[in-house]
């Protein structure tokens, strides 16, 4: 999967891009009632909803380059786990950790990217211990 890269995205009218693939992986590890298929990013959100994450980085640079390693997170993701909200998370040590939330849209089932964020080692650690969060095999 390639980069995203954000200064493509329309800043316009809202339209759906195919950015990952929900797979059987992950399916099995988290048992979800779901089949494989595309995750999809509306052309506005990084403007809108992980603009405001970006301060929260280490740097303009890794916020940069985890927005930019959505897809690679999404394809190879370091851990996975279920938000109690409903949201697979996927994990993956960048510069910073960064966790990127997927929501499943109630209804249709479809999967539609919601946001990326950093999180602490601190946090991932406890999210690991108490089994939010679970180890990703390498492919």
Request: charged share 25%; net charge positive; hydrophobic share 35%.
């Amino acid at each position: 999967m390639e980069e995203l890269d954000i200064n493509k995205l329309s800043k316009g009218k809202s339209k759906n891009i195919k950015i990952g693939e929900l797979s059987k992986e992950v399916i099995d590890i988290l048992h979800l009632d779901l089949k494989p298929q595309n995750i999809n990013i509306w052309s506005t959100r990084i403007q809108e909803h992980c603009e405001k994450h970006k301060q929260d980085y280490s740097s303009p640079t890794a916020y940069n380059q985890a927005v930019k390693s959505i897809p690679l997170i999404l394809e190879e993701p370091d851990y996975v786990g279920l938000h109690k909200n409903g949201n697979i998370q996927y994990v993956k040590k960048l510069d910073d950790i960064s966790l990127v939330g997927i929501q499943i849209l109630k209804g249709n089932g479809n999967l539609l990217f919601r946001t990326i964020f950093p999180i602490s080692e601190i946090k991932l650690n406890n999210s690991i211990k108490s089994g939010k969060l679970i180890c990703f095999p390498k492919k």
